[in-house]
């Protein structure tokens, strides 16, 4: 079973400064996803990047990042320019691409982010 | 489009009672799931439905959780009776089904559950 570890359980930055949210994970597979979501107070999980395995190319959307490192199962999260409203928890997320239906999220423990004005 | 729709938002009950939540899904979204996250942790999947036949219920607690997809569409996720561990939020989750690369999945807002 696949398993995904964060062991960040707090991280805070000045606001406009960049930080990095680390993950890393556990599988047999060559072919997966990897996700991080974003959970505010409003506890709806909100995606924020999404990376393909099979891809060397690390994602970027805006301000957001990854530094995937497939052969370490490495998979980090890059904020820069930090804003107030980044605060939330980060959770890292694997998901399998097997053909039977077991396309089930594997998350986190989560990284609670805090962003200092 | 409308995203994926939970009630309630909250729900306080006591222990050895029983208690039900709903989701409805995106509309067209074949996959739904059911997720826990108890305080501190991240979400657990209780069950997966592909239209309204189960995929996934490997960590449903069967003797006392349930849920059901009548029609391939809403949701409901009973628990009954309750325990005080099942005090924790309860996600749920859509996706399209698409062969061949997955589709993200779209979560709700949550029901969070206390049992007193």
């Known amino acids: 079973a696949q398993t995904v570890t964060q062991s960040q359980p707090e991280m805070s930055v000045q606001e406009a400064e960049t930080v990095t949210l680390s993950c890393t994970y556990d599988?047999?597979?060559?072919?997966?996803?990897l996700f991080w979501y974003k959970q505010p107070p409003s506890r709806q999980m909100i995606l924020v990047i999404r990376q393909e395995a099979y891809k060397q190319q690390n994602a970027t959307e805006n301000r957001f990042s990854v530094n995937f490192q497939k052969a370490a199962k490495s998979f980090s999260l890059k904020i820069s320019d930090s804003q107030l409203g980044d605060a939330a928890m980060y959770f890292c997320?694997?998901?399998?691409?097997?053909?039977?239906?077991?396309?089930?999220?594997?998350f986190g423990q989560g990284t609670r982010l805090t962003i200092n004005p | 489009e409308a995203g994926v729709a939970q009630s309630p938002r909250y729900k306080i009950i006591e222990k050895r009672q029983s208690v039900a939540f709903w989701c409805n899904p995106i509309s067209g979204h074949a996959t739904l799931y059911w997720y826990q996250q108890i305080l501190g942790q991240g979400p657990k999947l209780l069950i997966q439905f592909q239209n309204n036949g189960v995929v996934d219920d490997s960590q449903l607690p069967k003797d006392r959780f349930s849920a059901e997809r009548l029609k391939g569409v809403d949701s409901t996720l009973k628990i009954q009776p309750a325990k005080l561990e099942d005090s924790a939020v309860y996600l749920c989750?859509?996706?399209?089904?698409?062969?061949?690369?997955?589709?993200?999945?779209?979560f709700g807002n949550g029901t969070r559950l206390t049992v007193t």
């Open positions: 599988t047999s597979e060559s072919d997966y996803y």
């Open positions: 997320a694997y998901r399998s691409l097997k053909p039977q239906g077991a396309q089930k999220l594997v």
């Open positions: 989750a859509s996706s399209l089904r698409r062969q061949g690369r997955a589709s993200p999945l779209h």
